[in-house]
C-alpha cells in the first residue's frame, strides 16, 4: 500500500522512479535516507523536474514520508519542483563576476529576455509553471525565449561572466552565447579542457607543489598520476603507521584551509582516539563567493584528493569516506568518480587497500545548491539525506558526527597537503611559510585583475605580490579595495597591499585569509555596489533555522541597500554594528557568525566614497 497514495502518479512516473533507484542498486529492495540525495539528482536528470507524483512514490519506496522527500527537494536550489520550459540557464549575480562585466550581462539578458526566474517556490505565482509564459510586455516572436536565473557565484571565477546551461559552462560568457547554447541544449555534455592558472613570470613568487599537476598530468590517468610520483604517500603511510603519520602531520604544522585554519593533527588524534565507528569526509561544497581553488584541485589532480582521502581514513580508522562535491561541479565529480573506479580497479581502495588488509570505500555524494552546507554539521545532514541544516555544537564532529559516529572532516586543500608531508617530510613542508603559518597557500585572484587565476605561493607572501601574479589592475586604474576571504572575509584598503599574508599578519589587521579568495575592486565601480550585493548574498543564503541570522542578514540588507541609494538614517551605522554583533555571538553556524564582517569592514572605505 503506497503511503501517499491521494497525490496524481501517472506510469511513467513510477517507471522513472523505479529505473532510478534500480540505477542506483536498488530494483528489489528499500533505500536507505542516506540515498535521498542520489536519487533525486538521478531523478531530475531523468524527467527534467522533481513532479508531486514521483516524490510522494519515491518517498513509498523509500519509506520515508512525503513531507520528508518534499522538504529536502525543495531546500536545496539546484533541484526543480515546477515543471521547466526549457534547460536551466543560470547567470552569475555574484562580485567577481560582476567586476568583470557581469553587471551588464545581467540587464542584457533582462532586456532580451525578462527579469529572472526563480524555479523553486512560488515562481510565475499561485498555480503557475516556470517557463510557461513570456515576461510582462514581451511581444517579440522571432527570437528563442529563455526562462533564467540569477544565480550567486558558481566557483568559475577565472572564466567570469559566466553562465551555465544544464550544467555546461559557458566561460566569457555573452548574450548570443548563452542564446547559442540554449539553441543547442539536445548536445551531450562534455567536460572541457583542464583549465591551467595563467603562467607566472620568473621573478614573482609562485611555488606550484599543490599545483605541479596542473596542465601537465592526464587528470583521468591513474598510470599518469604515479608517473609523477602518485600513490608513493599512500604506501609510506601503511608502512608508518597511523601514530607516525599523524606525528608527521603535528610536526609539519599543517592548519585547515578552509577558513578556521585549525591544527589538522589535532582534529585526527581526536577522532582517532574516539569510541564508535569512524568516517572521513572531504568537504569539496566550495561555495564561498570568489573561492575556486578546490575545483581546480579536483578538475586536474583528482586523484590527489582520492589519494589523500585514503590516506586520512586508514590513520583515523574509517572504512567509510566521503567526498561531499558542490552540485555545480560536474566535471570535477565526474573526474573524482573516474579516480575512485580506477583506484578501487587497481586495488588501491576498497577492501584490501595496497595489500595492508584494511578496507576504504569512498563515496561521491553531489551537493544541491546551498552555501550552508559548506558548515561541517549542514553537510552531515545533507549527506543524510536531510535539508542541510546545521546542528548544535558541542557535540562537536570528532566525537558525533556523520551518523552519529566520530567524524574527520578537511577540506580540498587541506587533504590535498597531505601527501606532500608524508612523502617529502614535514621539514620540506616548513621550508615555506612562517613558524604560524606554515607552508603554501592557494589564492584565488579574480574581479578588476587583467589575469584571474589561483596561485599558490609561501604563507608570508604579500597582497600586492600575489596581485602581481595576476597582473594586477588595468592599466590606468587603481585597487580600490581587496576583499579577502570571500563574502565571510574583510575589505583591505589600498595602503594594506604590502601586509604578508599569513594568519597571524592578516588577524593584527582585523582581517582574515579565509578560503583565500582575492576579489579585487578598482576605482572604476562603487564599492556600494559590492558591499549590497555581498549583503544581499547572505540574506538569499541563511538557512533561517535560528532567528539571528535569518533576521539579522535582513536587517542588513535592507540598511545597506538604503544607504547605497543615499538615504542613510542617523542611527544606521550603529545599527549595522548592533546586528554584526548579535549574529556573531548568537548565530547558529558560521554562516551567521561572519554574515557582517564584510559590511562593517567596509564602512570606512565607504566614507571615504561617500565624502569624495
Known amino acids: 500500500m503506497e503511503r501517499n497514495p491521494a497525490r496524481p502518479l501517472g506510469d511513467e512516473e513510477r517507471r522513472n522512479v523505479d529505473e532510478v533507484l534500480a540505477g542506483l542498486g536498488f530494483a528489489d529492495t528499500t533505500p536507505e535516507r542516506r540515498h535521498l540525495l542520489p536519487a533525486l539528482h538521478a531523478l531530475q536528470a531523468k524527467q527534467g523536474w ?46 567577481s563576476c560582476r567586476l568583470r562585466g557581469g553587471e ?4 542584457a539578458m533582462e532586456a532580451r529576455h525578462g527579469p529572472p526566474y526563480r524555479f523553486t517556490g512560488e515562481a510565475h505565482g499561485p498555480g503557475d509553471e516556470a517557463g ?38 559557458i566561460p566569457n560568457a555573452a548574450v548570443a552565447d548563452i542564446e547559442a547554447a540554449v539553441a543547442n541544449r539536445d548536445r551531450a555534455f562534455v567536460p572541457g579542457p583542464p583549465l591551467a592558472p595563467p603562467r607566472a613570470a620568473a621573478s614573482l613568487p609562485e611555488v606550484r607543489r599543490l599545483l605541479a599537476r ?28 597511523p601514530q607516525a603519520v599523524m606525528a608527521e602531520l603535528e610536526q609539519s604544522g599543517l592548519l585547515g584551509r578552509g577558513g578556521a585554519a585549525f591544527p589538522a593533527a589535532r582534529k585526527w588524534r581526536a577522532v582517532a582516539s574516539a569510541p564508535g565507528v569512524h568516517r572521513v569526509v572531504c568537504n569539496a561544497d566550495e561555495s564561498e563567493p570568489g573561492t575556486f581553488k578546490d575545483r581546480v584541485l579536483m578538475e586536474n589532480d583528482p586523484f590527489a584528493i582520492v589519494e589523500a582521502t585514503t590516506i586520512a581514513a586508514l590513520t583515523v580508522g574509517a572504512a567509510e569516506a566521503f567526498i561531499y562535491v558542490r552540485g555545480e561541479y560536474k566535471t570535477a565529480a565526474a573526474r573524482l568518480e573516474n579516480a575512485v573506479r580506477q583506484a578501487e580497479a587497481a586495488g588501491l581502495l576498497g577492501d584490501n587497500v595496497a595489500g595492508s588488509g584494511q578496507t576504504v570505500h569512498i563515496a561521491i555524494v553531489r551537493g544541491a545548491g546551498a552555501y550552508v ?20 555544537k558541542p557535540p562537536f564532529p570528532t566525537e558525533v558526527g556523520l551518523f552519529g559516529g566520530p567524524t574527520l572532516i578537511n577540506n580540498v586543500e587541506t587533504l590535498a597537503n597531505v601527501p606532500l608531508i608524508i612523502r617529502d617530510g614535514a621539514a620540506a613542508f616548513r621550508q615555506y611559510g612562517t613558524a604560524r603559518s606554515a607552508g603554501t597557500k592557494l589564492f ?132 549595522l554594528q548592533d546586528l554584526g554583533a548579535v549574529m556573531r555571538d548568537a548565530s547558529l553556524c558560521g554562516l551567521g557568525q561572519t554574515a557582517s564582517n564584510a559590511v562593517l569592514s567596509a564602512l570606512p572605505l565607504l566614507e571615504k566614497e561617500m565624502r569624495a
Open 50 to 95: 522533481l513532479s508531486p507524483g514521483s516524490l510522494s512514490y519515491l518517498a513509498d519506496r523509500m519509506g520515508l514520508a512525503f513531507p520528508d522527500v518534499w522538504g529536502v527537494a525543495t531546500f536545496y536550489a539546484m533541484f526543480r519542483t515546477q515543471k521547466p520550459k526549457g534547460p536551466r540557464v543560470q547567470v552569475c549575480n555574484d562580485v
Open 104 to 107: 551588464a550581462l545581467l540587464a
Open 132 to 169: 510557461t509564459e513570456k515576461p510582462a510586455g514581451d511581444t517579440t516572436t522571432d527570437r528563442l525565449l529563455i526562462d533564467w536565473e540569477a544565480v550567486p557565484c558558481l566557483g568559475l571565477c577565472d572564466v567570469g561572466p559566466v553562465a551555465m546551461i544544464d550544467g555546461q559552462v
Open 214 to 241: 596542473v596542465g601537465h598530468v592526464d587528470p583521468a590517468s591513474l598510470a599518469d598520476y604515479r608517473r609523477t610520483g602518485g600513490y608513493q604517500a599512500l604506501f609510506q603511510a601503511i608502512a608508518m603507521g
Open 373 to 392: 552546507c559548506g558548515e561541517e554539521t549542514a553537510l552531515f545532514n545533507s549527506i543524510e539525506g536531510r535539508r542541510g541544516e546545521p546542528r548544535n
Open 444 to 575: 584565488c585572484v579574480s574581479g578588476q585583475v587583467q589575469n584571474p587565476g589561483v596561485f599558490e605561493v609561501p604563507f608570508g607572501t604579500t597582497l600586492r605580490q600575489v596581485l602581481a601574479l595576476a597582473g594586477g589592475v588595468n592599466r590606468g586604474r587603481r585597487v580600490q579595495a581587496v576583499l579577502c576571504g570571500g563574502a565571510a572575509g574583510t575589505f583591505l584598503r589600498p595602503d594594506q597591499l604590502d601586509i604578508p599574508l599569513t594568519y597571524e599578519d592578516l588577524q593584527a589587521a582585523g582581517g582574515t585569509i579565509g578560503s583565500g579568495a582575492l576579489m579585487v575592486v578598482d576605482d572604476s565601480v562603487s564599492l556600494w555596489h559590492v558591499v549590497q550585493r555581498v549583503a544581499d548574498f547572505f540574506r538569499e543564503e541563511s538557512c533561517g533555522q535560528c532567528v539571528p541570522c535569518r533576521i539579522g542578514t535582513m536587517r542588513q540588507w535592507e540598511i545597506v541597500t538604503r544607504m547605497a541609494a543615499g538615504r542613510e538614517r542617523p542611527q544606521d551605522r550603529q545599527i
